[in-house]
Structure formats: structure tokens, C-alpha cells
């Protein structure tokens, strides 16, 4: 295992597609993951959107973010003025982690321990597309980016990184999940203001 880890961190990829291959071949991490999705996105984008993991649809398509939370993205993107195809998507961990409940595939969050697996790909993927701005969606990605805990009510907005400019809001699958019609549009209203502030900062 020691052995391996070794290996890994001297492997190095010259381009994104290189190591999206790399990633491709790559054994699930994760108990019940399958088929690892890549991020995507063109190289040297000014806003690189860090998500959980892929979900049901993700996984079945190979892209980030094209079930429900992502067309929550797309449409708050569009609303403040980000176009999504010159954004860089992506995930903390690249798997989609969970359990069979009859025909249902249901989301696991993934551990800090897979979490923290995953930051290898993170850190080369983020280093090749080199964005301004690295947006954390959520807990998940504010740990793998952070490298420690985070908590979005508390830590929201700009997120001092190591080496990079970061910024902390809350995951599409939350505002989602909330019952309350009204407390679901304020979330989404502060969601877009975040989108907002995030493309000032990259601008
Ligand atoms: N949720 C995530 O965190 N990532 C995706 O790609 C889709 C849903």
C-alpha cells in the first residue's frame, strides 16, 4: 500500500487529457464506485467548480454535474452571467459511491479518507487547468480543497487556499433538498449572489 502510493505520486501527466486517461483506468476507491468521471472543461479557465462526487446520472453519462443539482448549477450559472462552457466542473471525488436499493442508486458521502485519496487527481487536475478562482460547492469539496474541515454557514464566501484563490458556498443538492418553497428561493438567490461575487473575483 506504501508501495503504491509511492508509485502514484511519481507518475505525472503532461496534459489534462493524460491524466483524465489515467484517471479512466483507475480501480474504484470507493466501496460500490464504478467508472471514474472526469472533470470537464477547457484548460486555463478562470473558474474551476469543485462538486461532491458524481451522482446516478453522472455516472451513467461520464460528465459532472448533468442530473438534477446540475441543471440547478447551469441555471444559477446562466443567471449570473457565468456560461458553463467556459468553466472547469469537476469533482472532489471522482466516483459515484453508493448503496442498491432495489432498482434505486442511492448517494453515499464519501469518506475523509476517500476524500483525501482523491486530492492526489484534485491537485494535478486544478494544477493543468489553472483557474483564478476555485470554488468550493459544499463541505466535501471545501475539505478536499481546504485539507481540513470546513462548515458553509460559518466559512461561506472567499477560502484562503495553500496556493490558490478560493471560495466557499453551498452545494446545488442542498438548496434542492430544502421542503420550504420560500427558504429554497432565498437559498437559491444567495447562491447566485456567491455566483456573482465568485466571476468578480475571476474577473
Ligand atoms: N453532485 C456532485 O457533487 N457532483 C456531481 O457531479 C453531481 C452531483
Known amino acids: 500500500d506504501t508501495a503504491d502510493d509511492v508509485r502514484v505520486e511519481e507518475r505525472t501527466f503532461p496534459t489534462l487529457d493524460a491524466l483524465n486517461a ?3 483506468a483507475e480501480p474504484p476507491v470507493v466501496p460500490g464506485g464504478t467508472r471514474a468521471v472526469p472533470g470537464e472543461g477547457p484548460v486555463g479557465a ?17 460528465r459532472p454535474f448533468v ?25 472532489a471525488v471522482k466516483q459515484f459511491k453508493f448503496v442498491q436499493r432495489g432498482k434505486r442508486r442511492i448517494h453515499q458521502r464519501p469518506t475523509a479518507g476517500e476524500v483525501s485519496h482523491s486530492r492526489w487527481w484534485l491537485d494535478r487536475e486544478l494544477g493543468l487547468v ?11 469539496a471545501g475539505l478536499a480543497l481546504a485539507g481540513r474541515r470546513v462548515t458553509v454557514t460559518r466559512e461561506r464566501g472567499p477560502l484562503a487556499l495553500a496556493n490558490r484563490r478560493g471560495y466557499l458556498t453551498v452545494h446545488p443538492s442542498y438548496l ?13 438567490e444567495a447562491f447566485v449572489a456567491d455566483l456573482n461575487a465568485i466571476r468578480e473575483m475571476a474577473g
Do not use: M, S, W
Open 176 to 188: 434542492l433538498r430544502l421542503p420550504d418553497e420560500a427558504a429554497k428561493h432565498a437559498a437559491y
Open 22 to 24: 489515467a484517471l479512466a
Open 130 to 140: 489553472h483557474p483564478r478562482v476555485v470554488v468550493a460547492l459544499g463541505a466535501t
Open 46 to 62: 478562470a473558474i474551476a467548480f469543485v462538486g461532491e462526487q458524481p451522482g446516478h446520472q453522472e455516472d451513467r453519462q461520464r
Open 67 to 91: 442530473g438534477p443539482a446540475g441543471r440547478l448549477l447551469d441555471r444559477a450559472l446562466a443567471e449570473a452571467g457565468i456560461a458553463r462552457e467556459r468553466v472547469y466542473v469537476t469533482n
